[in-house]
């Protein structure tokens, strides 16, 4: 099936400092790739839609000069988390659809885990 | 994209049939039930989906009402690696579509 990766799955950083989190598909493009949030005991929350060449789409209450979002390629899309606080430690996943898999058919990256200290 | 309720957890033996229920009463005619799920601490798996019939994939088989206000996936030989998170979401099918997760059914397979 369609592989989609992240680096780095985890990182620590210091609070005020900007991290950036790579999504890649390895074996598809995709023009549309998703970012979303989970914190402890929480259900995944859409963050942001990421377009390949054209500006990001964020859900209400996320802050787009926070989370700065790069689609600069059909197989790479970044997430910036700028002047990080302990806030927004939490889990970050990016998706993608593939049409190999059906209509719909998102495919998961593995995650990165932000500490913010 | 309709609303879905499912239990907040459920355990299963080993070796038995999982069977995972989900209400969509609020279906539309055009869209989709997607099974997802969530093994602690990685990203989702796609699972199965489906529009009115049926479906049987290798991973499992989604059950769903004539009506359509309600599903049923079963994973038929339950295994510890089937723990997991798993999340019921329908929508409509267009390509990229974003997807809503609610809470999900933790499933528990026991020894």
């Known amino acids: 099936g369609a592989v989609v990766s992240q680096h780095p799955s985890w990182v620590i950083c210091k609070s005020g400092t900007s991290v950036k989190i790579e999504c890649r598909s390895l074996d598809f493009q995709a023009t549309t790739m998703f970012w979303y949030r989970q914190f402890p005991k929480q259900s995944l929350m859409l963050m942001a839609t990421?377009?390949?060449?054209?500006?990001?789409?964020?859900e209400q209450g996320v802050e787009k000069d926070k989370f700065l979002i790069n689609h600069a390629s059909l197989t790479l899309s970044t997430l910036t988390v700028t002047s990080a606080h302990p806030e927004d430690s939490s889990f970050y996943i990016c998706?993608?659809?593939?049409?190999?898999?059906?209509?719909?058919?998102?495919?998961f990256g593995p995650g990165t885990r932000l500490t913010v200290l | 994209d309709a609303k879905t309720t499912q239990p907040t957890s459920m355990d299963c033996a080993e070796g038995r049939a999982a069977n995972l229920p989900c209400n969509h009463s609020t279906i539309s005619g055009n869209e989709y039930v997607y099974w997802y799920r969530q093994i602690h601490s990685q990203g989702p798996q796609y699972i199965i989906h489906?529009?009115?019939n049926n479906e049987t994939n290798e991973m499992a088989s989604l059950i769903i009402t004539e009506d359509r206000k309600s599903s049923t996936l079963i994973l038929p030989h339950a295994t510890l690696r089937d723990t997991a998170v798993y999340y019921c979401i329908v929508l409509f099918s267009t390509s990229g579509s974003r997807l809503t997760f609610g809470e999900g059914t933790q499933l528990t397979v026991n020894p």
């Open positions: 489906g529009l009115k």
């Open positions: 990421s377009n390949e060449g054209s500006k990001a789409t964020y």
């Open positions: 998706s993608a659809p593939s049409v190999a898999g059906g209509p719909d058919t998102q495919y």
